[in-house]
C-alpha cells in the first residue's frame, strides 16, 4: 500500500482511515494463533510442489520457504512458547499477509493459478489471518514498547526487556510496523521504525523487497507531522535523487521549502494576538487516548506499575498479613486457605493454591472452542461492544458444563463467604498479542443505569480473579490509585469487595490488566452480584450515613 494524498495543501483536511478492529479475530488470543501454525505448514508445502515446476525461479522461491520452514520448526517444538512472544506471533501473522502477497506476487503464471485455486479451498478450511489480524498484530508491538519503554533497536533484535526471545527483525518487518502505525496516525514510533528499517535496509538492500525511497516517504512526512519541517525537506531531496520522478516528491519538496522560509521571516515561531506561543504541529498530532477510560495521569502511573517502576510503599507493604483460615467452614477446618493482604484499605486478598492444575485444563478445554473477542459495556445503552482498549477473547462457562465449574464456583463462596447463587458465570479469558485491558470498574457507577439491568442481580458487589497461568514478563493487574501490582501465578485468586457496605462503588478498585510482554495469560473470573448477600453481608448503617453526607 502506498500512501495517498500527498499534495500537503490538502493533507491538513484529508481524513485518515484507521483500521477496522471489529473482525479481527486471530490477533486478541494467544491460543487462536497456534491453529496458524497449520496453515502456514500447509503453505509451506504448496510452495514446495509449485517450486518444483519451476526451476527457473528455484533459488528465489527456496529462499523463501526456507525463512518460513525454519520458523514454522521453531514454533512447532513448543507452539505456545513460541507464539506467547509477541514478536514472534508478529512476524507469523506477518508472514501469511504481506510477506505471502509479496511471494505470490513473484510467482504468478499459469502454474500459479492452480496453486492459487487450491490455496483458496485451504483458505476455506483452515484459519487464515487478514489484514485487520496484521494490523491488530502490529499495534499490540508497538503498544508493548509504549508501555515498556523498549528501545527500538534491541525489539529488531528480538530482545524484550534484554532477553532475546526471537529472530531479529528485517527491513521489511520493520517498514511495516512503521507503516501500520502511520496508518493509526502514530507519527511518533511511524519516525522510530522507519528510522529501523533505513538501518537495516544499508545491510539488506540486495535482499529486501522494500526501496529506500518508499522509507524515505514515509519518514519525511511523518517528521513533518512531527514539526520538523527541516529534516522532512532534507529527506525528499534524498528520496529525489533515489526517484526524480516521483509523483508527489517535487510539491512536497516545495512545499516544505515555502514553510521553511515562512519560519524564517516569523524567527521560527509564530506568536498568536495575546502572546501565547502557538500549538505546534507535533503536539497537535499527538495520538489521542481514550479519555473515557483514563487521564494521562493515570496512564503514567499504569504504565509504571507495569514495569515495576513504583512499588508498594514500606509503610503500608509493613503492615502486609499472611495467615491460614478457615472461616468458619467446616471443609476450610480440614484444608484451610492460605490468605495473603496484599492491601489492606480497600481490602485485596490474594488466596494462593486454590484452583488446581488439572482444574485449570479442564477449564481451558471446556472454554477454548467458545472464546469470542472480550467485550466492554456501553455505559450509556448498556450494550456489549468490542474495544481496542482491551484485547483478550473470553468464554463464558455455567455449572452445567462441567463438575468442575461447580467446584471452582463453591470454592469462590468458600473464600468470599459470599453466595454465589446470583453469581455470572465463570468468565475464562485469553490474552492475545501484548493483550490488555485498561483500567476500569468491574462494577456500575450511578450514571450507568442500564448495567447488570437484564441480570436483576444488582450490582457487582465483589470480585474474584483465577489466575490460570504464569506469565513470564509482564501482565500484571495494578491498581493506579493504590500504587498495587499483582503478578500473575498460576493457582493463585485475588478477591476485592467492589462496594463498600453502603452499596456505593469503591473508586479505589480501579484496575486493569498491564499487557502481556512474554508468555501466554490465562485467567478466569467470578463477579459476585448484591442480590442474596443481604444477611451475609448486612450494610453497615454508619458506612450509609458517611456515604450519603
Known amino acids: 500500500m502506498r ?34 501454525l ?42 505456545t512458547e513460541y507464539l506467547s512472544n509477541p514478536i514472534n506471533a508478529y512476524l507469523l501473522v506477518k508472514r501469511l499477509t504481506t510477506d505471502w502477497e509479496v511471494t505470490e506476487k513473484f510467482i504468478e503464471d499459469d502454474l500459479y493459478q492452480r496453486l492459487q485455486e487450491n490455496i483458496t479451498k485451504i483458505k476455506d478450511e483452515v484459519k487464515f489471518p487478514t489484514d485487520e489480524d496484521l494490523s491488530g498484530a502490529a499495534a499490540a508491538l508497538i503498544r508493548l514498547q509504549k508501555t515498556y519503554n523498549l528501545d527500538t533497536e534491541s525489539l529488531a533484535r528480538g530482545e524484550l526487556n534484554g ?49 529506500e525511497w518508499e522509507i524515505l516517504e514515509y519518514l519525511a512526512y511523518s517528521l513533518y507531522m512531527q514539526g520538523n519541517v527541516e529534516a522532512a525537506h532534507q529527506l525528499t531531496e534524498e528520496l529525489l535523487v533515489l526517484y526524480p ?68 510503599p514500606l509503610n503500608i507493604k509493613s503492615k502486609l498479613k499472611c495467615r491460614y483460615v478457615h472461616k468458619n467452614n467446616p471443609y476450610l477446618k480440614i484444608a484451610p486457605l492460605k490468605e495473603e493482604e496484599a492491601y489492606l484499605e480497600p481490602r485485596i486478598l490474594l488466596y494462593r493454591d486454590v484452583i488446581y492444575p488439572n482444574e485449570i485444563e479442564i477449564v481451558k478445554q471446556l472454554a477454548h472452542p467458545r472464546l469470542k473477542r472480550a467485550t466492554v459495556q456501553n455505559h450509556k445503552t448498556g450494550a456489549l461492544e468490542t474495544a481496542n482498549y482491551r484485547i483478550s477473547k473470553s468464554a463464558w462457562l455455567g455449572e452445567r458444563e462441567h463438575f468442575t465449574v461447580g467446584a471452582v464456583r463453591q470454592r469462590v463462596s468458600d473464600i468470599t463467604s459470599l453466595t454465589v447463587e446470583t453469581a455470572e458465570e465463570l468468565q475464562v479469558v485469553n ?89 501466554s495469560k490465562w485467567v478466569s473470573n467470578v463477579w459476585l452480584h448484591e442480590k442474596g448477600q443481604e444477611f451475609l453481608r448486612p450494610c453497615d448503617p454508619a458506612d450509609a450515613i458517611t456515604a450519603t453526607s
Open 3 to 36: 500512501l495517498v494524498c500527498y499534495d500537503l495543501r490538502s493533507l491538513f483536511f484529508y481524513n485518515f482511515i484507521l483500521s477496522v478492529w471489529v473482525n479481527a479475530e486471530l490477533y486478541t488470543a494467544i491460543v487462536d494463533l497456534e491453529g496458524l
Open 38 to 79: 497449520k496453515t502456514e505448514v500447509i503453505l509451506i508445502e504448496n510452495l514446495k510442489k509449485y517450486i518444483s515446476l519451476q526451476e527457473q525461479k528455484l533459488e528465489t522461491l527456496k529462499k523463501r520457504v526456507q525463512h518460513y520452514t525454519e520458523e514454522h520448526e521453531k514454533a512447532n517444538a513448543d507452539a
Open 163 to 211: 532477553v532475546k526471545y526471537s529472530s531479529s527483525l528485517s527491513t521489511h518487518d520493520c517498514f511495516e510496523l512503521g507503516r501500520q502505525s502511520y496508518n493509526n496516525q502514530d507519527f511518533f514510533h511511524t519516525v522510530l521504525w522507519m528510522r529501523e528499517a533505513l538501518r537495516r535496509y544499508e545491510v539488506e538492500k540486495n535482499e529486501t523487497t522494500v526501496h
Open 245 to 312: 520522478n516521483h509523483p508527489r516528491a517535487r510539491n512536497n519538496l516545495d512545499y516544505y521549502t515555502s514553510v521553511l522560509e515562512k519560519e524564517d521571516e516569523n524567527d521560527e515561531r509564530k506568536k498568536g494576538d495575546d502572546g501565547e506561543i502557538e500549538e505546534s504541529v507535533e503536539e497537535r498530532t499527538k495520538p489521542a487516548h481514550n479519555n473515557a477510560v483514563f487521564d494521562n495521569s493515570e496512564r503514567m502511573k499504569y504504565e509504571m506499575l507495569c514495569r515495576r517502576d513504583i512499588q508498594l
Open 431 to 519: 490474552y492475545g498479542i501484548g493483550g490488555h485491558y485498561e483500567p476500569h470498574f468491574d462494577f456500575a457507577r450511578a450514571e450507568e443505569k442500564n448495567a447488570f439491568k437484564s441480570l436483576g442481580t444488582g450490582n457487582r458487589i465483589a470480585t474474584v480473579l483465577f489466575y490460570m497461568s504464569d506469565v513470564a514478563q509482564g501482565g500484571a493487574t495494578v491498581f493506579p490509585a493504590l500504587d498495587l501490582a499483582l503478578w500473575p501465578e498460576k493457582g493463585t485468586a485475588a478477591f476485592w469487595m467492589n462496594l463498600h457496605s453502603s452499596g456505593a462503588g469503591d473508586y479505589l478498585t480501579r484496575h486493569a490488566a498491564c499487557p502481556v510482554l512474554q508468555g
